[in-house]
């Protein structure tokens, strides 16, 4: 099957928010209590919600990939919002790029992540970070193919669990 890389249009979002939980779910939910994962993803991927306010907002760049009609994947690049020590003025964040586990190894987060870059590159921005769970091998060893290094350390919390996240850090190359 095909795939398109789409930025967000009217109709996109109610089609995208259930794809976003189920991949969040599928990555994350057996490391967390039941009801408090439920209550977390009912913030951030009901319509209104977290995901919801992100989508609409002014600065926040989004690209989804949509294979027959359906969102499979999606990137979400931001003005840096991890707690990154000595970042330069115009950092900008990769917040999110999750792919269904079925369409895991076929190219679409390879694409997803080369638009991050080279959008955070013609924006002028000098810098790219994410954060990633520390024991996510498979994300840590996929950064680390485009140049991320760890730079830091940050937390997140689901319900009462504290989890050890890294922050990560790509530097791109000066504009000429």
């Not at 928010?17 to 599928?26: C, E, H, K, N, Y």
């Not at 995901?51 to 760049?61: L, N, W």
Request: glycine content about 8%.
């Amino acid at each position: 099957m095909s795939v398109a890389f789409v930025e967000p249009y009217p109709g996109l979002l109610e089609r995208l928010l259930p794809v976003a939980r189920q991949i969040f779910t599928d990555t994350f939910a057996e490391r967390y209590d039941t009801v408090a994962f439920e209550v977390y993803c009912d913030e951030v991927y009901r319509p209104g919600g977290a995901m919801s306010q992100d989508f609409e907002a002014p600065g926040i760049r989004w690209l989804v990939a949509v294979s027959a009609g359906q969102p499979i994947g999606y990137a979400k690049l931001t003005p840096l919002r991890a707690p990154a020590l000595g970042a330069e003025p115009g950092a900008l964040e990769l917040q999110q790029l999750y792919v269904l586990r079925d369409w895991q190894g076929r190219g679409v987060a390879d694409r997803l992540m080369t638009w991050a870059l080279e959008t955070a590159a013609a924006e002028g921005a000098g810098e790219v970070y994410l954060t990633v769970f520390d024991h996510n091998e498979r994300a840590k060893r996929f950064y680390t193919r485009y140049g991320f290094r760890e730079v830091g350390r940050c937390t997140f919390q689901l319900g009462e669990r504290i989890d050890d996240d890294r922050i990560w850090r790509v530097r791109l190359p000066a504009r000429r």
